[in-house]
């Protein structure tokens, strides 16, 4: 069975259960928090030398982090990961988004509002409204007229991307604006066997 250390408000560790939920793997939850140091101990650098969640350890006794990395290894050959080349490559293109672009502005400014830091980081939250909405606009163009990110099926690539986008508010990024994104929040909503954010289900 899967072990997967986790902090139950990530968006990143989010990803990882809700596919292994809709998989239908079982898992052992391991929860970490971060707020206190937890994945910065000798044991746990000993496992993923980053120090960070997700991490999942393989019945092998491996361990592979990285929550994308994790979804990719997870989804191969199901249908949440296409076999077609071209079409493989653009979920793999929605995970670099996702993490460069998407990640850095929507999430961080989410930790920091959620784990009481705005106050220090204020002008740093101002600089991430641009490039969050930026962001955000680039996923409402490929959705005015695709239901999902990637041949118009539910893939790892809106795992990957509704785990923050749904939170985004949470992040002071109003999603007003933003009809076709709100509209794919409630097709990945309905997808089988969706789990919130902060609930374990395995």
Do not use: C
């Amino acid at each position: 069975m899967y072990r997967l250390y986790d902090f139950l408000p990530s968006g990143n560790g989010y990803k990882v259960r809700l596919l292994l939920t809709q998989l239908g793997m079982p898992f052992e939850l391991t929860l970490l928090d971060i707020m206190k140091g937890e994945t910065r101990t000798p044991e746990f650098l000993a496992k993923n030398a980053n120090g960070r969640i997700p991490l999942l350890e393989l019945e092998s006794g491996v361990y592979l982090s990285e929550s994308n990395a994790i979804l990719m290894y997870l989804s191969e050959g199901t249908d949440f990961l296409p076999t077609d080349r071209l079409a493989k490559a653009r979920v793999l293109q929605w995970l670099f988004f996702e993490q460069y672009s998407h990640e850095p502005n929507i999430a961080t400014s989410r930790f920091w509002l959620t784990h009481g830091m705005g106050m220090e980081k204020q002008q740093a939250l101002a600089d991430k409204q641009a490039p969050g909405y930026a962001a955000l606009q680039v996923m409402e163009d490929r959705l005015a007229d695709h239901p999902f990110l990637v041949e118009d099926r539910y893939t790892i690539a809106d795992i990957a991307l509704y785990a923050y986008t749904h939170v985004a508010e949470e992040g002071n990024f109003s999603l007003e604006n933003y009809p076709q994104i709100r509209a794919w929040l409630g097709r990945v909503r309905e997808q089988a066997n969706h789990v919130l954010i902060t609930q374990a289900e395995f």
